[in-house]
C-alpha cells in the first residue's frame, strides 16, 4: 500500500500535468487563433488606409475595388485581395491587458503608424490594424471597435500596408485585350507606325514599308498585349518636369479611340509618362521595351532642343 506521502506527491504531479496540459491548451489556442472567423469581416465593402496626414479611400465593385479618395481611380484589386488574405490568415494573441498609459506608450494611431479599418456595406468599422510607434513597438495590432480589446498580430507584416499609397492602384497605362491595330512612335518630324495588314505586321517609316519577321514581333507584341503596364505610378506632379523625348500612339482594335503619350527622357532604367485626358497619376514606364521599339524603327530622338 502506498504511504500518503507517495500519494500526495503523486496527487501534486497529476495536478501539475494537467495544469501544464491546460497552459499549453491556452498557449497553443490563443497562437493559432487568425482573424478569419469572428476577428475578420467575411465581407469587406470598404477599407482605408491612413498614414500622417493623409488618407486613401478604397471601395468593392462587382468585378474588382477603386480608389475613392482622394480621387477615383481603378485599384490593383490583385493587391488588395491578398491583403485581405493576409490579414485573414495571421496569427492573434489573446486581448492584452492593458492600462490607458500602456496602450499609449504602444502610440497605437500615433507618429510614424499606419491605420488601416476595414468596413462592411454601410461603413461601419469591422476591425482595425494599426502599427505601433517605429522606435518602441513596429509590429501590427488590430482590435475590434465594439469590444474594444487591442490584440497583438503575431505575423502580420506591417510593411505591407507601409507600402506606397501609389502602389495599391492599377498600372495599366492601355488596355489592349484585342492587340493594337497600330502603334505609332514620333519626335519631331520624324515617325515610324507598325501595324497589322493582310494578315501580316508591318514598319512604315523612315526606311520604306517593310513586314515584321516572327523575331521582330517576339519583340513587339509582348510590350502591348494585352497591356500596356507601368512599372509603377507617381503623382501627377512628378511629370510636371518631364523633358519630352518622343510621343507614343497606340490605337486598341476596334472603334476604340487611341491612347497618346508624351514619353521622357531615360532616367534610371524608366522613362516617366503623361497620358493624354489623364491627370491623376504619372506613369513610369520600362526604358527598355520602348528603346527596343526606337531601335526598331530607326527613329533617333534626343531632348526637344535637339529635333
Given at each position: ?125 469591422l ?6 510607434k ?14 474594444g ?50 494578315a ?6 523612315m526606311r520604306?514599308?517593310?513586314?515584321l ?44 479611340l ?27 514606364l ?20 535637339k529635333?
Open positions: 500500500m502506498l504511504s500518503s506521502s507517495v500519494m500526495r506527491r503523486m496527487a501534486l504531479a497529476l495536478l501539475f500535468l494537467v495544469a501544464a496540459a491546460l497552459l499549453l491548451r491556452v498557449r497553443s489556442g490563443g497562437r493559432q487563433e487568425t482573424m478569419a472567423g469572428r476577428y475578420f469581416p467575411r465581407k469587406t465593402a470598404y477599407f482605408e488606409i491612413s498614414r500622417a496626414t493623409e488618407t486613401w479611400k478604397f471601395r468593392r465593385l462587382r468585378n474588382g475595388w477603386v480608389l475613392s479618395e482622394p480621387f477615383e481611380y481603378p485599384a490593383d484589386s490583385a493587391e488588395i485581395r491578398a491583403l485581405l488574405v493576409t490579414a485573414a490568415a495571421s496569427r492573434v494573441s489573446p486581448p492584452l491587458v492593458l492600462s490607458s498609459a500602456s496602450a499609449s506608450a504602444f502610440g497605437i494611431g500615433e507618429g510614424d503608424s499606419v491605420t488601416a479599418v476595414f468596413m462592411d456595406e454601410v461603413r461601419a468599422p476591425l482595425r490594424l494599426s502599427t505601433g517605429e522606435a518602441e513597438q513596429p509590429e501590427s495590432f488590430y482590435w475590434q471597435d465594439k469590444a480589446d487591442i490584440r497583438l498580430a503575431e505575423d502580420f507584416p506591417s510593411a505591407v500596408l507601409k507600402r506606397p499609397f501609389y502602389d495599391w492602384l492599377d498600372r495599366t497605362a492601355a488596355f489592349l485585350p484585342g492587340g493594337p491595330d497600330f502603334v505609332r512612335l514620333s519626335c519631331g518630324s520624324s515617325s515610324f507606325t507598325v501595324e497589322q495588314s493582310s501580316a505586321w508591318h514598319l512604315r517609316g520604306g514599308e517593310i513586314e519577321s516572327s523575331a521582330a514581333l517576339a519583340g513587339f507584341l509582348p510590350v502591348f498585349v494585352p497591356s500596356l503596364e507601368a512599372a509603377a505610378l507617381l503623382p501627377y506632379q512628378e511629370c510636371f518636369a518631364m523633358q519630352e523625348e518622343f510621343r507614343l500612339e497606340v490605337k486598341p482594335s476596334g472603334p476604340a487611341p491612347y497618346l503619350f508624351s514619353i521622357g527622357q531615360a532616367e534610371k532604367g524608366f522613362r516617366r509618362a503623361r497620358k493624354a485626358g489623364e491627370g491623376r497619376v504619372c506613369f513610369l520600362p526604358d527598355e521595351k520602348l528603346s527596343s521599339l526606337l531601335q526598331m524603327g530607326g527613329l533617333v530622338c534626343g531632348s526637344p532642343g529635333h
